[in-house]
């Protein structure tokens, strides 16, 4: 069998066991080198010189084994380009144990006890593209690798093995990050990454996006981020505006751009990462080979589907094949989209085990089709609660008479969801961490009874049904499956949702209260992709859903216009107006007021001068209390005395509090820790209570960049949500983290603390 027939049928994945004998894996044998020998560049006078344009990576760390990944090109040919068989080359791989140190991220000459030195083969049909796996290693254990190729060499790079399942791990470090939207924001947390003290990484996903030009990618971006392009892209509408990536083509392209970037490069040297995708690998919100770009098409007997791309499926899989260093089979001869099965688990001594979680290629359409709604708003997006379920229902009928329940509401598949199980019930590890792409965390919004929200919006509703909110009923089955089998310490760690998010998921969210706790979900906000918060407040910009704009942000010129609205119905309420929605009845009962010298006419005028800066609600309405933010805005108007209104609100309030109390007590008596509660347009207003839409979010921060770091012991998980400063006139800003914040779990508590 000759070289290239063994790589094709190994899906381009060559191995190779670490020993004395130093092997190829292609045939042939090396010469073993000594402790501190390399080897030595081409004897031709005038070699040709090589480059490893997207650098070198390290993935799937096991206590035994690495995949080792780079591509290799002439130096003189265009990096990004695809090329022939014309640009085919030989390349040798070298393993030294060891920490390389300094060396790493460098082009310096790897040297140290040699455990291995292969020969490879860089070939057209992979892109030039070459990944290696090497077993026979020693569990948790540095070693360095560089790859040669006439005596060029591409950077040194380094790994750590995890340690043997029985072994009895200390500690162990990690990061977690996903979203990294190479044209908005910038990268320099990438920089900050190579400054952790870390094991591995894990990627959670969208790695990469598959479109340029998207409405969510026209903001600010840093100055060496330059455009991207597609060699054979398609426009989404028309001839103009965003291009998505079509061909094999196009996905190589996006990773190798991508890849080019230098900080980039200098973690993939650094840290091993251990990865999976979520759908901007393929299409945004993607299920199987389906694409929703469009509201695809419904019909009433069969229910709704959207535009199928097996080609363009494939093709994505392939290209994130070539590009990650995953220990992975690609299976270029199935006949479906099925080439690929990247769920998979690690185990990292008695202390941990990682189960990733492939949440797209197995995944069911949404449960209510695009086209039977009339748009992703309604059936990804803010979505009935009441309809969700209720269609829920109908499908998991359909199903059960199938043979599968949930086969119609799945996000796993049957296959996946039966391994996940199995796989949780016989871990023996201490913490039992989740790589999950999508939040498990229910994140509503109930406007039932909240004053000012348009109609359409007066609903209790979901607000992200393209994560397992959509998909309650696999969810609830997970769940509490693992509440059944008492299955301790499970931590799920999360990406997508371009925000921080910490809290308990329950098994049944519809209990009052929530009593089904079952594991803690750890949410990262995007490495650079634009925030959760600033796709709700471009949608509440619009004045169609003006009155709406307070659940996601306020300032302090809308906060008095807030307090002028408050102060006018409390002043209607006492003057017996008993419908309030009646403005002009409201209106007479001011005015009566102003006459009666009760409350002054400046009171209802806004304040020149106010900041209109943009002040973050959204997060009081996903992991908090309703309309607190405001209250406090409205209370420092006050105290400060900046605003008329928010004076006379205030005082307005402290009245009606001192008349309550009784006693002689005046309103001047009253502490304004008593008052601020009421100056919430949200409050319930008898007690002053603020309704709150999730208890089980601890922690939510809506507008926001970073990663996670991990620190894990016996005893407690320690989380540190690490959040980037913005970009700074197209510059990375230094420093480059803002905030840091730090949270904690107890070993057999089911408890997130925010320290």
């Not at 089904?516 to 990262?524: F, G, K």
């Not at 106010?610 to 209250?631: C, H, K, M, W, Y």
Request: proline share 4%; with cysteine; charged share 15%.
């Amino acid at each position: 069998m000759d070289r290239r027939q063994f790589i094709r049928l190994a899906g381009f994945m060559t191995a190779s066991a670490a020993s004395p004998l130093l092997l190829t894996a292609c045939g042939g044998t090396d010469t073993a080198l000594g402790p501190t020998e390399s080897p030595s560049p081409s004897s031709s006078p005038n070699p040709l010189q090589y480059q490893f344009p997207q650098g070198v990576a390290a993935g799937d760390p096991r206590s035994d084994s690495i995949v080792l990944w780079t591509r290799v090109l002439p130096r003189n040919v265009d990096p990004i380009a695809s090329h022939g068989a014309a640009m085919n080359s030989t390349i040798q791989l070298l393993v030294t144990e060891g920490d390389p140190a300094g060396l790493t991220g460098s082009e310096g000459v790897l040297t140290g006890k040699v455990v291995a030195n292969v020969t490879l083969a860089a070939l057209s049909e992979w892109d030039h593209s070459v990944r290696h796996k090497l077993t026979g290693l020693a569990g948790n254990t540095y070693y360095g690798y560089q790859f040669i190729v006439n005596g060029s060499r591409s950077m040194v790079g380094r790994f750590k093995t995890a340690a043997a399942a029985n072994a009895d791990l200390a500690q162990l470090q990690f990061a977690f990050l996903s979203c990294q939207d190479w044209s908005i924001h910038h990268w320099g947390g990438f920089s900050q990454l190579l400054t952790e003290d870390l094991d591995f990484i894990v990627h959670l996903g969208d790695y990469i996006y598959e479109t340029i030009g998207e409405d969510f990618q026209t903001g600010q971006v840093e100055a060496r981020h330059g455009a991207l392009k597609l060699p054979d892209g398609a426009f989404k509408a028309g001839n103009s505006g965003a291009r998505y990536a079509l061909t094999l083509a196009d996905y190589r392209a996006l990773y190798k751009q991508y890849r080019s970037d230098a900080r980039l490069q200098q973690v993939h040297a650094r840290f091993a990462m251990i990865a999976i995708w979520d759908d901007h690998e393929f299409s945004d919100d993607c299920w199987g080979d389906a694409t929703t770009y469009d509201n695809g098409t419904y019909d009433p007997q069969r229910g709704g589907d959207n535009k199928h791309e097996t080609t363009r499926r494939r093709s994505a899989n392939q290209a994130w094949y070539e590009f990650m260093p995953a220990d992975i089979v690609f299976d270029a001869n199935a006949s479906s989209f099925h080439t690929v099965r990247l769920y998979r688990d690690f185990q990292f001594g008695q202390l941990m085990h990682l189960v990733m979680t492939d949440e797209r290629l197995y995944r069911a359409d949404h449960i209510l089709p695009e086209a039977a709604v009339g748009s992703s708003i309604g059936s990804r997006y803010l979505v009935p609660s009441q309809q969700l379920s209720a269609v829920e229902a109908q499908k998991m009928a359909i199903g059960k008479a199938q043979g599968d329940e949930l086969a119609l509401v799945s996000i796993l598949g049957k296959t996946q969801r039966e391994w996940w199980k199995s796989t949780l019930k016989n871990s023996k590890a201490q913490w039992k961490v989740w790589g999950n792409e999508v939040s498990l965390l229910k994140m509503r919004l109930d406007a039932r009874n909240l004053p000012g929200v348009p109609s359409a919006l007066q609903q209790d509703l979901v607000l992200n049904a393209d994560q397992w909110d959509g998909f309650n009923a696999e969810r609830s089955d997970l769940l509490q499956f693992i509440r059944q089998n008492q299955i301790k310490n499970v931590v799920a760690i999360t990406g997508d949702i371009h925000s921080f998010y910490a809290g308990v998921a329950h098994a049944d969210y519809s209990a009052t209260p929530p009593n089904t706790p079952a594991l803690i979900d750890l949410v990262t906000a995007g490495m650079s992709s634009d925030s959760f918060y600033h796709y709700f407040a471009s949608a509440v910009r619009d004045p169609a859903l003006a009155s709406a704009q307070a659940l996601v942000f306020s300032s302090e010129a809308g906060s008095e216009q807030i307090a002028i609205q408050m102060l006018s119905v409390g002043i209607a309420q006492q003057a017996g107006v008993s419908d309030l929605s009646n403005s002009s009845q409201v209106s007479a009962a001011v005015t009566g007021a102003i006459n009666a010298k009760i409350v002054p006419a400046q009171a209802f005028v806004a304040t020149a001068g106010l900041s209109r800066s943009e002040v973050n609600t959204f997060n009081d309405l996903l992991g908090g209390q309703l309309g607190q933010t405001i209250a406090a805005l409205i209370a420092n108007l006050a105290a400060t005395k900046k605003s008329i209104a928010a004076q006379t609100l205030a005082g307005f309030i402290a009245q009606n509090i001192a008349q309550k109390v009784g006693g002689g007590i005046t309103a001047a008596q009253i502490p304004a820790s008593q008052v601020t509660p009421f100056l919430n347009p949200f409050a319930n207003p008898a007690t002053g209570a603020a309704p709150v839409n999730n208890p089980w979010i601890r922690y939510a921060d809506t507008d926001a960049q970073g990663y996670a770091l991990v620190k894990l012991t016996p005893t407690q998980l320690q989380c540190t949500f690490r959040k980037i400063n913005p970009l700074q006139n197209g510059q990375v800003p230094s420093p480059v983290i803002m905030k840091d914040t730090q949270l904690s779990i107890q070993s057999g508590v089911l408890e997130v603390k925010v320290n």
